[in-house]
């Protein structure tokens, strides 16, 4: 499913990744752990076609990205990819439901069964009542439950996670994380997990942990 030889990207001459090779199966719960700085969200970028690495080859689905025009990257992302970060990234003006919509709507499918399968998604995650709500009335936890129904909006074959519970309290982070499993589980989804925190990653079938833009076990 995901493929990354060889994968170095510096910024500005400065080295971020130095040769980075890993392999994901598809339906595999993976994490990439890591100091801060040590190159897991630029691995991630590269993953999930925001960015292009400089040097090195990464292959989705069997097939290499480094001839993919940037259309080819933006619709495969679209319709392939959904990503949750740290901060949840929700348009303030937009409620609950239009965040998460908002996807399928920029890729032009039917508007009504977008906002029928955005409310399924929010009823899934237990924010049938919070529909109509703006960010600024949800709580943070809620929040990053929009964020995780917006990110399976257009049915992801890959979930990129960076540090999806980093800016949660205990209690937010153990229900984030249960979704997510859950997700996996039942949706039988290719996730990707990256964070700082050993305790999410022992959580999934396979860690890689980075030091210095390097894959060190």
């Known amino acids: 499913m995901i493929c990354c030889e060889g994968i170095e990207?510096?910024?500005q001459k400065l080295p971020v990744l130095k040769g980075v090779n890993l392999n994901i199966k598809e339906g595999e719960l993976t994490s990439i752990v890591g100091s801060s700085g040590a190159g897991k969200s630029t691995l991630l970028h590269i993953i999930g076609t925001l960015d292009r690495a400089d040097r090195g080859n990464l292959l989705l689905n069997g097939e290499s990205t480094s001839k993919w025009s940037e259309k080819d990257l933006s619709n495969f992302r679209n319709r392939n990819i959904g990503f949750i970060f740290q901060f949840?990234?929700?348009?303030?003006e937009l409620t609950a439901l239009e965040n998460v919509c908002l996807p399928g709507f920029i890729a032009g499918d039917?508007?009504?069964?977008i906002l029928n399968y955005g409310k399924e998604l929010l009823d899934y995650l237990g924010l049938n009542e919070r529909m109509s709500h703006k960010p600024g009335q949800l709580s943070g936890g809620e929040q990053q439950r929009v964020a995780l129904a917006r990110a399976l909006l257009n049915h992801p074959k890959i979930l990129l996670a960076d540090e999806p519970t980093g800016n949660l309290d205990q209690e937010n982070s153990s229900e984030v994380l249960k979704l997510?499993?859950?997700?996996r589980d039942e949706l039988n989804m290719t996730m990707l997990i990256v964070t700082h925190d050993p305790s999410i990653a022992s959580k999934t079938?396979?860690?890689y942990v980075m030091k210095d833009g390097l894959i060190v076990s």
């Open 9 to 11: 990207k510096s910024y």
């Open 88 to 92: 949840h990234h929700l348009l303030a």
């Open 110 to 113: 039917p508007e009504q069964s």
């Open 180 to 183: 997510l499993f859950k997700l």
């Open 205 to 207: 079938q396979k860690t």
